[in-house]
Each structure stands twice: as C-alpha cells, then as structure tokens.
C-alpha cells in the first residue's frame, strides 16, 4: 500500500509518498510561509500532494499521514497554535485532507511522529519499550512503551524539552526556566555561548572561527572548537554533556525504556558526544536501567521527517 505522507514545518514543508513498510518512493518541498494563513498553505499543500502523485505514477493512495509542530489535538485533528506558525491557532488539517483525499487521514506532533518512525523502520523495529529524542535546534521527544505511543491527558506525553532541570536556570520561550530545551537544544546553546563570549569577554577559538561575528557561532562551530581543545569550548561542552545525560537520565528512570534514540545533533556528533554522554548518565540513572538501555543515534536521520509522516499513517492503520 502508498502513504502519501505530509511533513509540516514552519519553515519547510516535505511531500512524499512511501510504502507502509517505509520505501520511500518520491518527496518534494515547499516553502511553508505560515504568514499567508492556513487556507492558502493548506491549498499549495494539496496542490503539491497532487503533483507528488501524479509524478509517482498513482492515481490514489492507502492513507495520508501528517507530521506537524506541537501542540496538536490529535482526536479532534487540529494544528493548535504552534509558536513558529502564528495565526495557525486551531487548523483541522485531518477533515481538510480527508476531504479532499477521501481516504483515511492521520496526525500527530513532529516528535510523536519521529518515535514512530524509529520504532516502524529505524533502529528500534519492534522495540517495545522506545524514547526517541529529537535534539536538534530544540528538543522534543516521543515515547512508546509496550508497542504503543503514548499519547497523554492533552497529547503532551513526550514533551521532555519542557521539563525543568533547574529552576533557577535560563529563561526558556515557553515561559518557565531551567527547562531541558534551553540547556540541550542546539538554538539556545549556541545563543547563550554568544551571549557569554560577549558579557564575560572570553578569549575562545570560537570568535575566530565566526569570523569575528558572534551572532555566527553555531553548535557546529562549538562542536569543532570543543574537538580542537579551545579551552572555553571544552568546559561549555562538558557542562552540555552533563545536561544532557541529567535529561535523558530522568527519561531512562520514569520510564525504563529498552532503548532511546537520539536525533540531529547526536547524529552529526557522534562518538565525540556518545562515550562521554554514556559515562555521564552513571551519575544519573540506575546501573539496572541503564544496562537494559541502549542509546542510540537515529540511523533515519536524513528522512525521518518524511518516515515519520508515512509512520503516522502505518500506526493509525494497524491500531485500526
Ligand atoms: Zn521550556
């Protein structure tokens, strides 16, 4: 059977049709552009959907599965207010392209659906007990637990970006401080070291290597000046490293999954970052949980938005 999956973003939007078992056939993007309303973004969706059918030589599909930013209500099918869509406040996106597919019609949250993905094609096939974190300009996660997703009260189990991890900490865009996002999350990592180099005056490679603009200074750059030793960039990574195993030390001990995988960042990272992380987490989570837990960076990286899109869709069929 096709899946025509649907990636939404706030600043890319991804196309694609797959199989059920996760052969990605064709994808295409679009600029979402946000600002022109959910009426005429939803329309230029449609539109390329058709297109992507129409060059995959299919004149219909199985199921469409969507992938969008949080917070979603997924019983009712609505888009609700993402912070990067403004004006998106509650978008029916499931009776919009059941409407006009006429075919069963699936949704869940970026991370949700990345879960999935891991879970349905990735490294964790069939992996009963799975935590999937996205970490990458944000973080986010989704969490299965005997072969299922978990949902919550209000759709918002998974959400470990906003959990605190000290209360005193950084201000965070959600509103509370301290959260595992602002420590962990490539966007504010990389404006906090800016903000530090140009408060305390910090003599770092790291100036260097934004030729001389902090605003430059990405995680890419920290992570290359923490390889060569700068260091400042080696404290600052040390201290990431610690936030980071506190986090998923927490995931690790509320849910005891058998395995987490880790998105983006971690991908692009490496063992730089997973043999110190995994020495770390000793300090926070139990030997017995962490001897039954593999962490993993995702093997799906380049196409686990569009597999998660199709992995909606292939959950929503199985659970009938
Ligand atoms: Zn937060």
């Given at each position: 059977?096709?899946?025509?999956?649907?990636?939404?973003?706030?600043?890319?939007?991804?196309v694609?049709?797959?199989?059920?078992?996760?052969?990605?056939?064709?994808?295409?993007?679009?600029?979402?552009?946000?600002?022109?309303?959910p009426?005429?973004?939803?329309?230029r969706?449609?539109?390329?959907?058709?297109?992507?059918?129409?060059?995959?030589?299919?004149?219909?599909v199985?199921?469409?599965?969507?992938?969008?930013?949080?917070?979603?209500?997924?019983?009712?099918?609505?888009?609700?207010?993402?912070?990067?869509?403004?004006g998106?406040?509650?978008?029916?996106?499931?009776s919009y392209?059941?409407?006009?597919?006429?075919?069963?019609?699936?949704?869940?949250?970026?991370?949700?659906?990345?879960?999935?993905?891991?879970?349905?094609?990735?490294?964790?096939?069939?992996?009963?007990?799975?935590?999937?974190?996205?970490?990458?300009?944000?973080?986010?996660?989704?969490?299965?637990?005997?072969?299922?997703?978990?949902?919550?009260?209000?759709?918002?189990?998974?959400?470990?970006?906003?959990?605190?991890?000290?209360?005193?900490?950084?201000?965070?865009?959600?509103?509370?401080?301290g959260?595992?996002?602002?420590?962990?999350?490539?966007?504010?990592?990389?404006?906090?070291?800016?903000?530090?180099i140009?408060?305390?005056?910090?003599?770092?490679?790291?100036?260097?290597?934004?030729?001389?603009?902090?605003?430059?200074?990405?995680?890419?750059?920290?992570?290359?000046?923490?390889?060569?030793?700068?260091?400042f960039?080696v404290?600052?990574?040390?201290?990431?490293?610690?936030?980071?195993?506190?986090?998923?030390?927490?995931?690790?001990?509320?849910?005891?999954?058998?395995?987490?995988?880790?998105?983006?960042?971690?991908?692009?990272?490496?063992?730089f970052?997973?043999?110190?992380?995994?020495?770390?987490?000793?300090?926070?989570?139990w030997?017995?949980?962490?001897?039954?837990?593999?962490?993993?960076t995702?093997?799906?990286s380049?196409?686990?938005?569009?597999?998660g899109?199709?992995?909606v869709?292939?959950e929503?069929?199985?659970?009938?």
């Open positions: 059977m096709h899946i025509l999956g649907i990636d939404i973003g706030g600043t890319k939007t991804s694609c049709i797959g199989t059920e078992s996760g052969q990605l056939v064709l994808e295409r993007r679009m600029t979402t552009r946000p600002e022109e309303g009426d005429k973004v939803l329309e969706m449609m539109v390329l959907a058709r297109e992507v059918m129409a060059q995959s030589g299919l004149s219909d199985g199921a469409v599965g969507i992938a969008a930013p949080g917070p979603v209500d997924v019983k009712r099918g609505a888009m609700l207010a993402p912070p990067n869509m403004p998106w406040d509650f978008v029916p996106v499931v392209f059941t409407e006009a597919f006429h075919r069963p019609v699936f949704m869940n949250n970026d991370a949700n659906a990345c879960a999935l993905a891991e879970y349905h094609f990735g490294r964790g096939r069939g992996v009963a007990n799975l935590v999937y974190l996205t970490h990458s300009t944000g973080m986010g996660g989704g969490v299965i637990v005997n072969g299922r997703l978990v949902q919550g009260a209000t759709d918002m189990a998974g959400e470990v970006g906003h959990f605190v991890l000290d209360p005193q900490g950084p201000p965070c865009s959600c509103g509370l401080r959260c595992f996002e602002v420590y962990c999350g490539g966007r504010s990592v990389s404006l906090r070291l800016q903000q530090k140009a408060a305390e005056g910090i003599a770092t490679a790291l100036t260097a290597k934004a030729g001389g603009r902090l605003a430059a200074i990405d995680f890419k750059l920290f992570v290359e000046a923490a390889r060569e030793q700068d260091p960039a404290r600052e990574w040390q201290a990431y490293v610690e936030r980071l195993a506190q986090g998923i030390g927490i995931v690790i001990m509320v849910l005891n999954p058998d395995m987490v995988v880790l998105g983006t960042i971690a991908c692009q990272t490496g063992d970052l997973m043999v110190p992380l995994k020495a770390c987490l000793r300090r926070f989570a030997g017995a949980a962490l001897d039954a837990c593999r962490i993993e995702s093997a799906l380049a196409n686990i938005g569009d597999l899109a199709i992995a869709a292939a929503g069929l199985k659970a009938g």
